[in-house]
């Protein structure tokens, strides 16, 4: 049985609700979207508010679904309190480091709670690296491969999906809970290593420009 905690269900009635009125008011959406040149007009609240905005229902369904399944397993290892802070520290890196890639395209925006999603995800997945995701693949496996796709698609740069912020948030995540449970890298230093070698992968990438 899930521990729905209070938090979760807060955190995704407001995903919610905030998608639902950005759905139906274009001048809502486009004011607190996640835009390179708002935020660089002094707009930096949209990092943080487009993380509750979605494009469809699809998209914020996906989103909500994974937090509601994998954020009561941090919540068990962690806490409720911890658990709040991976959510938005991870929010907070994952559009940071959109920022970071982004910086010098103006037109550049994106919306969705996948950073932070992903943030809580990688956590689960450092408690739980053996369970098993879609029913047949192992989280780690899943975990891994999920990084290494998104370093491919942003060099590929050929769909809409912001994967940037799907790795900051990941980021975020596994680096919140090490600080969290230290003791981690000695239970699961494997699992660490596996999702830390596409994140310098990425990193190197863009150092050499190739990303």
């Given at each position: ?13 407001a995903n919610v ?92 925006s994106a919306i969705?709670?996948?950073?932070a999603v992903m ?93």
């Open positions: 049985m899930l521990n729905l905690d209070p938090a979760v269900i807060i955190i995704i009635a609700i905030v998608s639902i009125r950005g759905f139906k008011d274009f001048e809502f959406f486009e004011k607190y979207k996640f835009n390179i040149a708002g935020i660089k007009r002094g707009e930096q609240l949209r990092m943080l508010t487009s993380a509750f905005l979605h494009a469809n229902n699809n998209h914020l369904l996906f989103n909500m679904l994974t937090l509601f399944f994998f954020g009561p397993i941090v919540v068990v290892y962690l806490g409720t309190v911890k658990f709040v802070l991976i959510y938005f520290a991870s929010l907070i890196v994952g559009s940071l480091l959109s920022y970071y890639l982004h910086k010098d395209e103006n037109h550049y969705g709670a996948s950073g943030g809580v995800l990688y956590s689960a997945i450092l408690f739980k690296p053996t369970m098993v995701i879609n029913f047949i693949i192992p989280a780690w496996l899943f975990g891994l491969a999920y990084l290494l796709y998104s370093v491919w698609a942003m060099k590929k740069n050929a769909d809409n999906i912001g994967h940037d912020a799907h790795i900051g948030g990941a980021i975020g995540g596994l680096g919140l809970t090490i600080a969290f449970a230290p003791s981690l890298l000695g239970t699961s230093l494997w699992v660490v290593l596996l999702m830390a070698a596409p994140i310098v992968l990425l990193f190197i990438m863009h150092k050499i420009g190739k990303i």
